[in-house]
């Protein structure tokens, strides 16, 4: 009995040894400039974000990518955020749409070196 503890002991230790704590999310990259390339024109405002329940991180130092609101077919459009590997030297700066003109231009999200 005594050697079936000591084995169940060292097995749940070597499953906990597995576990990993990581840092709360958040804006990771506040106060970049954002990516500038033009993706769409659209002659309504997005509707508001999803709230998006983000999967397990899938791997240590995973970045997520939120999800923002294209434009396909007349309509926006909701692409969903994703995990992606972080760029050494660079950071995300997310999609954003701006109002000019009377209409709402996309501008695409994309990997840039910080200033």
Excluded: K, N
């Amino acid at each position: 009995m005594r050697i079936l503890t000591i084995g169940a002991l060292a097995l749940a230790a070597t499953a906990l040894s597995a576990c990993v704590a990581y840092p709360a999310y958040g804006p990771a990259y506040a106060g970049y400039p954002a990516y500038d390339t033009e993706m769409a024109v659209a002659p309504i405002a997005p509707p508001a974000p999803y709230v998006e329940v983000r999967p397990a991180i899938p791997f240590a130092g995973a970045i997520w990518l939120a999800g923002y609101w294209g434009w396909e077919g007349g309509r926006h459009v909701w692409v969903g955020g994703h995990w992606d590997h972080p760029h050494p030297g660079y950071v995300w700066a997310p999609h954003r749409w701006v109002q000019s003109g009377g209409q709402w231009h996309l501008h695409g999200g994309g990997w840039v070196r910080p200033r």
